[in-house]
C-alpha cells in the first residue's frame, strides 16, 4: 500500500521569506502523481501544485515549486516570497496509476506566515 | 462553474444516533469520493464511486458507514448508529475521471459532526 509522510507538524516564517515543506511517500509503482493541495482555515481544499512521476522536470506554479527526487521518494514543496494568505494546513498527497487509483494524503503541514 | 456542494455544514447528535451528509458533485464528473478528515490529521479515503458503481470501499466502517450514489449524480453518506470517534469533517470530492488520470480532486466545504 502507498504510504505519505509529512514529518514537519508544523511551520512558521516571516512574509516575505521562503520556506520548504517536506514530504516522502512509499510506492511500488513506477507511473504515479504527486500533488500538494492547501486547506486554509474553515475553507475548502485547493490544488496547489501536480507533478507526474515520468516527467524530471520540476513542477513550478508562479510562488510555488517542487523538489522531486524520484529515487529518493521525496517530493518538497518551496513557497518564495510567502504571503499573509499562505498561511493554511498543507497537504502532500499520491495517487497511483494502477487499480482504483486512491489519492492517498500525508498527516499535513501547518504553515503560518507572520506579519 | 459551480463546485462540489456539500449539506449540511455542521451537524451535533449524541453518540448512537444517526446523521446523513449530501454531496452534490461538479457537473459532469463521474467520480465521486467521501474522505473523513479527523482534528489534526490528513484526509482519510472512506469511499470512491465512479459513476454509481463503488471503485473502493476497503476502509469504510461498514457497520455503521453506508453510502450510495444511485442516479450517478448526488451521494449521500449515511452513519448509523455514530460513536465519538466519528466526530470529523467528512469531505466530499469529485473528479471528471480516475484520479490517476485527471490529476486533480475538486472538495467541497466539508461538513463538520460532533458527537456527544
Known amino acids: 500500500a502507498q504510504t505519505v509522510t509529512q514529518s514537519q507538524p508544523e511551520m512558521s516564517v516571516q512574509e516575505a521569506e521562503t520556506v520548504t515543506l517536506s514530504c516522502t511517500y512509499d510506492t511500488s509503482e513506477n507511473n504515479y502523481y504527486l500533488f500538494w493541495y492547501k486547506q486554509p482555515p474553515s475553507r475548502q481544499m485547493i490544488l496547489v501544485i501536480r507533478q507526474e512521476a515520468y516527467k524530471q522536470q520540476n513542477a513550478t506554479e508562479n510562488r510555488f515549486s517542487v523538489n522531486f527526487q524520484k529515487a529518493a521518494k521525496s517530493f518538497s514543496l518551496k ?37 | 462553474e459551480a463546485g462540489v456542494a456539500q449539506s449540511p455544514r455542521y451537524k451535533i447528535i449524541e453518540k448512537r444516533q444517526s446523521v446523513a451528509f449530501w454531496c452534490n458533485p461538479i457537473s459532469g464528473h463521474a467520480t465521486l469520493y467521501w474522505y473523513q478528515q479527523i482534528l489534526g490529521q490528513g484526509p482519510k479515503l472512506l469511499i470512491q464511486f465512479q459513476n454509481n458503481g463503488v471503485v473502493d470501499d476497503s476502509q469504510l466502517p461498514k457497520d455503521r458507514f453506508s453510502a450510495e450514489r444511485l442516479k450517478g449524480v448526488d451521494s449521500t453518506l449515511k452513519i448509523q448508529p455514530a460513536k465519538l470517534e466519528d466526530s470529523a469533517v467528512y469531505l466530499c470530492a469529485s473528479s471528471s475521471g480516475l484520479a490517476g488520470i485527471t490529476g486533480e480532486l475538486f472538495f467541497g466545504e466539508g461538513s463538520r459532526l460532533t458527537v456527544l
Open chain 1, 79 to 115: 513557497i518564495s516570497d510567502s504571503q499573509l494568505g499562505d498561511t493554511a494546513m498543507y497537504f502532500c498527497a499520491f495517487v497511483g496509476s494502477q487499480g482504483a487509483q486512491k489519492l492517498v494524503f500525508g498527516q499535513g503541514t501547518r504553515l503560518t506566515i507572520n506579519p
